[in-house]
């Protein structure tokens, strides 16, 4: 009876493989199985998870105590840092405070024609002060000229309180003119010589423009000249940090080529030794066969050939058996 040994039974095996009783229980085995692994894959998966975090605070604490060891031992990264810093302090900085050197005189000079707009504003508010002055001056003396007038006619009337009010009148306005005549003099005074004062600050801010400007010029001329010059000494003398990294890839590159160097070197002693020892096996195989030649030349072959007495064939025999041999190969 042949029994097959892999594959379902064959319907004269009887029931199906889904109706005989030990299927039925295995299948209920591995729902059982599937149930407590559900189960327990719950209560496990917290502490799974708790473990996930955990590891993964380890890796974040155990980087930033690698940061703060680079930062207290490698000297680079400080100095990197520190000039980080002032780049930092001095942008911060460059938001309140201009600290371009140009900018810093330009802005002094915008200054500058500011206060002289302001003295400006201010002159031709005193000098509209002394016009003031001298009409309320030219007034008085107008009104002090009909006062006396008044007095005298009063006099000739026989009116003596009367012309004795107009002359204290007029004194009065002679009085005030006598003492704003000394402030209308100090204010012509003080005009001319803010006048003065103001045409020596144009001449100064001109000036300063102009030598600003030239500044500024011969500024951005040496920027250029010391950029290109820069550029220049870093391919004579080269860049600190640029020449490090080429200094560590040129070792490397000979280290790399050194250990190189060595293997070939060791693989052409192993091929040396190789092929030496090839030549001495085959030359040791061609003595042999020479030997086997002139052995089987003389007829001492007899061992060899099952003890049989060697014979000899001519050229279409060895052919023959040449051909006979090669086709018992393809049989």
């Known amino acids: 009876m042949n029994t097959p040994l892999l594959g379902p039974p064959s319907p004269a095996d ?194 300063s423009k102009f030598k600003v400007n030239l500044l500024k010029d011969e500024y951005e001329l040496v920027k250029r000249t010391s950029s290109g010059m820069r550029a220049a000494m870093n391919i004579l003398r080269g860049d600190p940090d640029k020449k490090y990294f080429f200094d560590l890839a040129t070792d490397r590159v000979a280290q790399d080529m050194a250990q190189q160097l060595g293997q070939i070197k060791q693989a052409m002693r192993y091929s040396q030794e190789f092929v030496k020892e090839m030549d001495i096996q085959n030359g040791v195989m061609s003595e042999k066969g020479q030997r086997l030649l002139d052995k089987y030349q003389k007829g001492e072959f007899s061992a060899i050939m099952d003890n049989e007495p060697p014979m000899r064939m001519n050229v279409a025999a060895t052919t023959k058996a040449t051909d006979d041999a090669y086709g018992k190969l393809l049989d």
Request: hydrophobic share 45%; proline share 3%.
């Open 14 to 207: 009887g029931l199906p493989s889904w109706q005989k009783p030990e299927k039925v229980a295995a299948w209920l085995f591995v729902a059982l199985l599937a149930g407590m692994g559900v189960y327990y894959w719950g209560q496990i998966l917290p502490y799974l998870i708790d473990i996930v975090f955990d590891t993964v605070k380890l890796g974040i604490g155990l980087g930033v105590l690698f940061v703060l060891f680079l930062l207290a031992t490698n000297k680079r990264i400080q100095a990197g840092l520190w000039y980080l810093g002032q780049r930092i302090f001095r942008t911060a900085a460059s938001l309140f405070v201009n600290t371009d050197p140009i900018g810093i005189m330009e802005a002094y000079i915008s200054n500058t024609e500011k206060e002289a707009r302001n003295m400006e504003e201010e002159v031709g508010h005193i000098e509209g002060a002394n016009q003031l002055v001298k009409r309320k001056m030219e007034a008085n003396r107008t009104q002090m000229q009909e006062y006396l007038s008044l007095a005298d006619s009063a006099l000739r009337q026989g009116e003596k309180d009367s012309a004795d009010s107009y002359a204290s009148r007029a004194a009065q306005l002679e009085d005030y003119n006598r003492r704003l005549t000394p402030m209308a003099t100090t204010t012509a005074n003080v005009t001319l010589v803010m006048r003065q004062i103001l045409k020596a600050a144009l001449r100064q801010i001109d000036g």
